[in-house]
């Protein structure tokens, strides 16, 4: 077996004991292109003493979800969660125990893991958030690169850049790091654990430096 060139397992430490495990070993950006197999392959999993489902909607019996969320299957969302008015989920999520989605924010094709928070009026795309993240109000993780003809998305290993092979990719985000309000994750961000992005700034991995 090959080994992937990103660890899932070096961003998140509960990765082998999580519903994920089974996918430990795939490549970030598979995990989220398959957002939504991955989720229904996890619902018929789901314990039905403890989660309402509904049109592929799986909710714990003690998350919390405001008047005015819209919520789209597949979907899990994990013990005494919270989901505020105006929050959007779609594309295939799954949301671990102790999760916030703040009033505003838009969480597509994702995958989160306890006690991360996005704060309001955060946009995180095709992503993969560790233990404790926390996101400042209007921080943003992009998932497409729209300025360049090339859309695909590369991350960068040490010096290097690689191609995922795919058009739609936000990041992985590891474990306790911290985004500042209005900071922008650009498509293709490996975040170790800890890590902080100061406010109102960009993180670009795949900036293409000029030529002397």
Known sequence: MSVPIVRL???VGSLSAS???PWASSAPWELT???EAVVRRLLSDVPRSEFTISNEIALHISAAVESGAVLKGPLILGPR????????????N???E???VGPGAELKSSFLFAGTKLAHFNFVGDSILGTGVNLEAGSIICNYRNER???EVRVRIGTALHPTGCQKFGAVVGDHCRIGANAVLAPGVLLMPDSVVPRASL?????????P
């Open 19 to 21: 519903a994920l495990a």
């Open 9 to 11: 397992d070096d961003f």
């Open 94 to 96: 799954w949301v671990a």
């Open 33 to 35: 292109g398959h957002s």
């Open 98 to 100: 102790d999760c916030v």
């Open 149 to 151: 003809a090339n859309k």
């Open 81 to 92: 969660c919270f989901v505020a008015s105006g929050a959007y989920l779609r594309g295939g």
């Open 203 to 211: 993180r670009d991995d795949d900036r293409i430096e000029r030529e």
